[in-house]
Each structure stands twice: as structure tokens, then as C-alpha cells.
């Protein structure tokens, strides 16, 4: 009796083994991270997504688990030959991540040696459509060619090209040195362009402070003219009113202040005396002259 419960209880035990090992590969939770493929004897059935799921005990297995973070392919230079015949090297920062789990695990081997496969073929085909100062000055035009061609294969193999980016640029010594030559050459000549512009600048200026100043001294002259024609007429305007008396005293009040500049100078050895200076001391002697 003791025999048969001891066996009794053996079965129960493998038993709950069994129910115990068929529970834990049935009841499966996938991270948030990751998607996992359940194959069906061995034919690929469903994709499991984050949460909890259960399987079919001893028929069903998880074949892969799939991280769908976003992933990027390494940096490796690719050479390439431009339009105008320039070998550059040129690296780029590809960025992707998996959408569909299945495609990208049943349909290539090595999803990332694929896609640098492509990469390399796409990235010679866009630079050679373009010469080396384009490849330079449109970098993000590149990128965004090469993005677009990649998305052709990225549906078949499931996967979603988030970013291409071009990391950088490198050419030959050769090339380098032409290009330092070329720098020099355009630095002289926006220096010549540059100091001809300041003088001609200058020179335009120069011109207008001129043209500035005649103008001014024009207006100077015409203000005296206005001056000197008025001072006329207003002397006209006395003679004509009876003022001969006051205009000769003006005349003779001017020619008194020239002889008095005249008999100032060092050299002067003659003294001019105006005619009717002469008149008058001659009258006023011959009338002291009868009264004596």
C-alpha cells in the first residue's frame, strides 16, 4: 500500500511539473522595447507586441526577440567620385529603427550589412551627380536624396529610415591643396575688390564735399550780390531824394579810412590824398587868406 501511494505520489508530482513548466511557456510578457515572433512548428505564426501573452504549450515558441529601439549603423567612410572628378570620403550617420519584426528577421540575414550595402551604392550614385563644391554647400539636400532613395528597400525589409545625415566631408592632399590655393586666390582678389570700392568710395565722397562746398560759396556770393545790389539801390534811392551831401560824406569818410590803411604800412613812402581832400584844404586857405 505504502508502495503504491509513494508511486501515487510520484505521478502527482510529475504531473504538476508538467502543468508547472506548461504554465511558464505559455504565459509570456513582452517588454516595451522589444517585439517577439511565435512560430508554430517551426512556421512563423503571429507578432507579439508589449503586455502579456499566452501560448500553446509545447506547439508554440517564441523564435526571436526583436529590439525595435532606434538603432544607428556605425560611421564608416564611403568613397565616392564627384561630378567634376574629385575622390572624396564621405561618412554618414544613418538612423533607423524596426517597424515590422517579421520582415526584418525572415527576409534578410543582417539587416545593418544590407543597409550599408545600400548606402554605399546610393551614396556614389547621388555624389556623382554632383560636383565637389555641391557636395559641400548642399549637404542637407544629399542627405535628403539619400534618405529617399534608401526607403525603397527599407518597406521590404521592414524597417524605417529615421534620419541620414552627412557627417563629414574629406578629400585628397592634392585636392586640399588646390582648394587652399583657390581660398588664397579668392581672398586677394575680395582685397583688391574691396580697396578699389573704398576708393572709389572715397573718391565720390571727395567729389560731394566739393560740389558741397562750390555750392555753398555760390550761395555766399549770390547773398553778397543781393547785399552790394541793395546797398546800390539804396544809395540811388537817397541821390534821387536829395541826399548828395550825405553821399558825398560817405565817399569821403571811405576814402579817409583807405588813406589811413595806405599810411599804416611799412614801405609806404608816398601818401595818397584824394583830390577832394586837396579842394578842400585849398578853398579853406584862400578863405583865410582874405580874411587876413
Not at 511565435?38 to 504549450?57: T, W
Not at 564608416?76 to 538612423?95: E, G, H, R, W
Not at 524605417?160 to 586677394?188: F, G, H, P, S, Y
Not at 609806404?268 to 579853406?284: F, M, R, W
Amino acid at each position: 500500500m505504502e508502495s503504491v501511494i509513494s508511486f501515487s505520489n510520484i505521478i502527482y508530482l510529475v504531473l504538476a511539473a508538467l502543468i508547472v513548466t506548461a504554465l511558464k511557456a505559455a504565459i509570456r510578457i513582452v517588454p516595451q522595447s522589444e517585439n517577439w515572433l511565435v512560430e508554430r512548428l517551426g512556421k512563423y505564426n503571429r507578432k507579439m507586441e508589449a503586455g502579456l501573452h499566452v501560448l500553446i504549450p509545447f506547439f508554440e515558441t517564441v523564435q526571436h526577440k526583436v529590439p525595435i529601439q532606434e538603432r544607428q549603423l556605425p560611421p564608416k567612410p564611403i568613397n565616392a567620385i564627384t561630378l567634376d572628378n574629385v575622390t572624396i570620403s564621405i561618412s554618414l550617420a544613418v538612423l533607423y529603427r524596426i517597424a515590422d519584426a517579421s520582415k526584418t528577421m525572415y527576409r534578410i540575414s543582417n539587416v545593418d550589412d544590407a543597409i550599408m550595402t545600400i548606402v554605399n551604392g546610393t551614396v556614389r550614385s547621388v555624389i556623382g551627380k554632383t560636383d565637389l563644391d555641391g557636395v559641400q554647400s548642399n549637404r542637407r539636400h544629399l542627405s535628403d536624396e539619400i534618405e529617399e532613395d534608401l526607403k525603397a528597400v527599407s518597406d521590404e525589409w521592414g524597417i524605417v529610415l529615421t534620419r541620414v545625415e552627412i557627417l563629414e566631408v574629406d578629400v585628397d592632399m592634392e585636392t586640399k591643396q588646390a582648394m587652399q590655393l583657390q581660398l588664397n586666390a579668392e581672398r586677394n582678389r575680395r582685397a583688391l575688390v574691396r580697396e578699389a570700392e573704398g576708393k572709389k568710395q572715397a573718391t565720390e565722397l571727395d567729389a560731394d564735399a566739393q560740389l558741397y562746398a562750390a555750392q555753398k560759396q555760390a550761395e555766399a556770393m549770390k547773398i553778397r550780390a543781393d547785399a552790394e545790389a541793395y546797398a546800390v539801390n539804396a544809395v540811388a534811392k537817397a541821390i534821387t531824394s536829395g541826399g548828395e551831401s550825405a553821399v558825398a560824406f560817405e565817399i569821403k569818410k571811405i576814402q579817409a579810412q583807405a588813406v589811413q590803411e595806405l599810411s599804416k604800412g611799412s614801405n609806404s613812402k608816398i601818401v595818397l590824398v584824394p583830390t577832394d581832400v586837396l579842394n578842400s584844404l585849398s578853398g579853406t586857405l584862400g578863405r583865410l587868406a582874405d580874411r587876413l
